[in-house]
């Protein structure tokens, strides 16, 4: 069975402090690696789609990694506009994501 | 801009009522669809998959006569919430499969039953 794991479940940053977010993941067969980014009462948007270990994408701030266990998702000097739930999922032999249960990024101005 | 649409975007009904939901995708053509339900504070749960021109296939545990799907073309998928009970109150999301495989949600409709 396809899993995922995210940490931490929640992360306060200050303004400009980087970090990163963990997604680890078991799955059998991966066809893909997504990041989406959720804001509350709305619905998740794209952010990175990862492929294969190795695999390096970055987005004005945010920058996704991929091993073949995990992936990363690297926020650079954050802004309190980047405050949101950050949501990773895999698809394996099907077309469906199982996604993790997220980590809430809180960044203070 | 939007890949996906919602409709409605917020519903509130008597318990007992059918409430119907609308997921179009609005930049290609999607074969296949999914629509998702989400608790507060929660992740997304996958209910079912719908497939242009044929029955949509339903996650364990998913009722398949209460949550009804039609998926009548290559636009628009339609989950119907059948008789819905205060436990059917949820965040209901759909999204679209791109041939890439990447997949673009809506932007959810919460329902609420009395």
């Known amino acids: 069975e396809d899993q995922v794991t995210q940490s931490p479940e929640a992360l306060r940053l200050q303004e400009g402090e980087s970090s990163s977010l963990n997604c680890s993941y078991t799955v059998s067969g991966l066809r893909g690696l997504f990041w989406y980014r959720q804001d509350p009462g709305k619905g998740p948007e794209f952010l990175f789609t990862l492929y294969s270990a190795g695999e390096e994408k970055e987005k004005e701030r945010l920058k996704a990694t991929l091993t073949k266990k995990e992936s990363f998702l690297h926020i650079t000097a954050p802004k309190p506009e980047d405050s949101a739930t950050y949501l990773c999922a895999v698809q394996g032999g099907s077309e469906k994501l199982v996604f993790g249960k997220g980590t809430k990024l809180t960044v203070n101005p | 801009g939007a890949v996906v649409s919602q409709h409605p975007s917020r519903v509130i009904c008597k318990s007992g009522t059918s409430v119907k939901i609308e997921c179009r995708s609005l930049?290609?053509?999607?074969?296949?669809m999914f629509w998702y339900r989400q608790f507060p504070k929660k992740s997304l749960m996958l209910m079912a998959t719908?497939?242009?021109?044929?029955?949509?296939?339903?996650e364990q545990g998913v009722e398949k006569d209460k949550f009804l799907i039609n998926h009548a073309s290559l636009t628009l998928s339609t989950l119907t919430v059948t008789s819905a009970h205060p436990e059917d109150s949820s965040f209901y999301i759909c999204s679209v499969s791109r041939v890439d495989n990447e997949q673009f949600f809506g932007p959810g409709t919460r329902l609420t039953v009395l």
């Open positions: 930049d290609f053509q999607a074969t296949t």
């Open positions: 719908s497939n242009e021109g044929s029955k949509a296939t339903y």
